[in-house]
């Protein structure tokens, strides 16, 4: 029998270190349909919740629409898309309540492996391993007729014709202007405006390391910055005026922080949030140019052992993070939410710990306008062959319920975006 467990603040900090078998997995890289960018956007908020329109800065100020300010929409419908480790893509129409059925389109798979996804407006940005159209775009996505072929291709060629291991999408975000950020794990390519422009984009800039391996990025967007994760010793790096760079190969302009080994990444009202075997916090991340050590870190005291997190991201000012811990004597797989995330100062423990005793394995989560989570579960994907299952939560910011644990039509969940 399946058992969910949501764990209060005071408790939560004690369950952290026990022997549970947890997961998360933390989507963020929907667009409004208006076309405004979500929480999982690379991209920076005001350092005052009222000083503007902001994305996902948990308010909505007087004057701001649903079609600049994420948070001015009222709690509704959304739609849920997975990529499957098959390659096939599943569709699901009004999540408000969805249980545990089949989509209401599939896109078959591609003739090339893919890897990611993200949305814009009434379009659905596919990355694949192709070596010659390593982007897909598909229109009207949740119609069969708009799931049959892609609307328009990104070819090679306008990410410096390099081989498919440069070309590859790990992640994909869309940020404001369209601006398509596509990361490889080894570097992060910047096609400006590539979300609307599809095929008539302009050559990309390609922002990477020596050593590559860079698995997390975010941009700075007041102080115009992409820092990302460098893991194998050079820590957090970054680039000045990314958005002014013409196409080619860019190494880094300086190193924020040398020990942090970061691999994910989020910039949410002028913090920087960087998840490696702890969370590490930059207050006023504009005011820095320079070698700077985390203000803040959170670890053990706040649920968070010292271990891999496969995933960290803030979601309507809520911090969440991935715990996967195994070992001989503990089996600690976990979701820690802590709301109010711009006021965190220092340790502390989690308002809820999600827990499932089916869950195998924490990697993205989600946190849409109506307060329900989801959460890509399953098998590392450095295994040959695994499965898993998208669960949702109610009420998961006061009480998470298990809704369902979404398995129809899916063998090994990759990725997926909620487009709300």
């Not at 026990?18 to 997995?25: N, R, T």
């Not at 985390?294 to 271990?307: A, F, K, N, Q, V």
């Not at 911090?319 to 600690?332: E, M």
């Amino acid at each position: 029998m399946r058992k969910l467990v949501s764990i209060p603040t005071t408790f939560a900090a004690v369950v952290g270190s026990s022997l549970l078998v947890l997961a998360l997995a933390a989507c963020g890289q929907a667009a409004a349909s208006s076309g405004s960018p979500d929480a999982s956007t690379p991209d920076g908020q005001p350092a005052t919740c009222q000083a503007a329109c902001g994305l996902d800065d948990a308010c909505c100020p007087a004057g701001c629409t649903a079609a600049a300010d994420h948070d001015c929409r009222a709690p509704g419908p959304s739609r849920l898309v997975v990529l499957d480790h098959d390659g096939s893509i599943h569709v699901w129409n009004n999540t408000s309540t969805l249980l545990n059925r089949p989509a209401d389109t599939t896109i078959a798979p591609g003739s090339s492996e893919r890897l990611s996804l993200a949305s814009y407006q009434d379009r659905l940005i596919v990355a694949s391993k192709d070596p010659s159209y390593p982007l897909d775009l598909y229109d009207d996505y949740w119609t069969a007729t708009g799931a049959a072929t892609p609307a328009d291709r990104i070819p090679a060629s306008a990410m410096g014709g390099t081989s498919s291991d440069h070309n590859g999408g790990t992640e994909l975000r869309v940020g404001p202007g369209a601006n398509l950020w596509v990361s490889t794990g080894g570097g992060v390519w910047l096609l400006e405006d590539g979300a609307s422009k599809g095929s008539a984009v302009s050559p990309a800039a390609y922002f990477t390391h020596d050593w590559s391996q860079l698995p997390s990025f975010a941009y700075d967007a007041e102080g115009k910055r992409l820092l990302a994760g460098q893991i194998s010793g050079a820590g957090v790096v970054a680039w000045d005026q990314p958005l002014d760079r013409s196409a080619g190969a860019y190494m880094p302009d300086w190193t924020l922080d040398k020990g942090t080994a970061a691999w994910s990444m989020q910039i949410v009202a002028g913090r920087l949030y960087a998840a490696g075997s702890t969370v590490a916090i930059w207050k006023d991340l504009t005011t820095l140019h320079g070698p700077s050590a985390p203000t803040i870190t959170l670890g053990e005291s706040s649920g968070i052992p010292d271990t891999y997190i496969p995933y960290m991201t803030v979601n309507r000012n809520t911090l969440l993070v991935s715990v996967d811990k195994v070992g001989s004597l503990a089996s600690v797989r976990k979701v820690n939410l802590y709301r109010d995330a711009a006021s965190v100062s220092g340790d502390r423990a989690p308002d809820h710990v999600v827990i499932d005793a089916d869950m195998r394995g924490p990697q993205k989560t989600y946190l849409d306008a109506a307060g329900t989570l989801y959460i890509l579960d399953g098998d590392s994907q450095w295994q040959s062959k695994g499965q898993g299952a998208i669960y949702i939560y109610d009420h998961a910011l006061d009480a998470p319920v298990l809704r369902a644990r979404l398995t129809t039509g899916l063998s090994w969940p990759r990725d997926f975006v909620v487009v709300e």
